[in-house]
């Protein structure tokens, strides 16, 4: 169970199944001899040998254009212990128990069990049950509905996304026509011609409904979707306000860098390397910058010494609609990968792995334990 940074042309030679979260859900597609599939860079996936006493042969492009350039390509392990190990190893203790909402003594059993390295043995009864149908016939009617509903507004926000282009070319034709019935003659389609010389609109982020938001914080965003001068460049905005004693869960931006100032209260950043290590643990403050690399897993945690909100506002190196991954909670990758793919690479059962990722009943942001 990992992902990585760059993106995967791949080339089947047997039979398997591959399993990857595309627009935040699990995707699973059956592939055989001969196959070509393209696995996008960030992508949490898995593999499935499902041949019978057949070996899984695999030819595999990298594209290295979109890693990170920090040396030779790594993968991210989301499942694992101590071999391989899992990216959330990377963060401490405090962290991950008030991102599971599990003791310590559970998630030290939980993230040391596997130790058999990047491949696995999954039983013949799980091979069979591992289908998206059998899984989502599975879950409980409550995430049958939210599953339904978000797979709904995914697909109207890629109808919209698709209709952008449609809209203007629409508007600009309008424009001509008209221009063309008052005056004569026929103005050919081309960048030279300004129908009206006006300044850019702007947009307020303080205007704007929060992307998400529960009693703990909220967060908003606009991107190139929300306000077109932000495609030419290429970045996006955001603005996120923690309360007192709360936390981003930990996640992984998958398509863009982060940039962000802290611009009210204190807290605490926390980011892990690939590799399952600790890369920062710092404390924030008022007008401290910080830098988040693509696909490197982080979480912010607010301070719980006074009544002011951790307020922090930033930059993303992509002005496409951001779709953070968050490895934790109740609507997690995580969540979204369980099954016996995902409890083999943890080394562990279903039974064990669904009750680590149900014990946290809340998502994206989270009352912190974690002390200051």
């Known amino acids: 169970m990992r992902c990585g940074p760059g993106d995967k042309l791949r080339s089947l030679v047997k039979l398997e199944d591959v399993g990857f979260i595309y627009e935040g859900d699990l995707a699973e597609k059956e592939l055989k001899k001969g196959d070509v599939y393209l696995i996008p860079a960030g992508s949490a996936f898995y593999l499935l040998n499902t041949g019978e006493d057949e070996k899984l042969e695999i030819i595999c492009s990298i594209d290295p254009s979109e890693s990170l350039g920090i040396g030779a390509y790594q993968s991210f392990y989301i499942g694992g212990g101590a071999n391989p190990v899992s990216v959330l190893s990377g963060f401490q203790p405090q962290i991950l128990e008030s991102a599971f909402n599990v003791s310590a003594a559970d998630l030290t059993k939980f993230f040391t069990r596997q130790h058999e390295g990047p491949i696995v043995y999954v ?211 995580m969540k979204s990968m369980m099954g016996p793919e995902l409890a083999a690479a943890f080394g562990v059962s279903e039974d064990i792995m669904k009750s680590i990722l149900n014990a946290q009943h809340e998502s994206v942001i989270l009352p912190s334990s974690v002390s200051h």
């Open 123 to 333: 039983g013949e009864s799980h091979v069979k049950a591992s289908s998206l149908w059998t899984k989502f016939l599975q879950l409980k009617e409550d995430d049958k509905l939210h599953h339904m509903k978000k797979m709904m507004l995914d697909h109207d926000e890629d109808e919209d996304e698709d209709d952008n282009d449609e809209v203007e070319q629409k508007t600009s034709w309008s424009w001509r026509k008209l221009l063309e019935s008052v005056f004569g003659f026929e103005i050919k389609n081309n960048k030279k011609v300004e129908v009206a010389r006006k300044s850019p609109h702007s947009c307020n982020l303080y205007d704007r409904k929060p992307d998400f938001k529960n009693s703990h914080g909220w967060t908003v965003s606009i991107d190139g979707s929300d306000y077109a001068p932000l495609k030419s460049s290429g970045i996006a905005i955001y603005h996120v306000n923690l309360k007192p004693g709360t936390m981003m869960t930990p996640h992984v931006n998958p398509s863009a860098t982060e940039y962000g100032i802290v611009v009210r209260g204190v807290g605490r950043l926390q980011v892990a390397f690939p590799n399952g290590t600790l890369a920062m643990d710092t404390h924030i403050k008022e007008g401290d910058v910080f830098f988040i690399p693509r696909y490197f897993a982080f979480s912010q945690i607010a301070a719980n010494v006074s009544d002011e909100p951790l307020d922090f506002f930033g930059f993303t190196t992509s002005a496409k609609k951001n779709k953070p991954q968050f490895l934790v909670g109740a609507n997690s990758l």
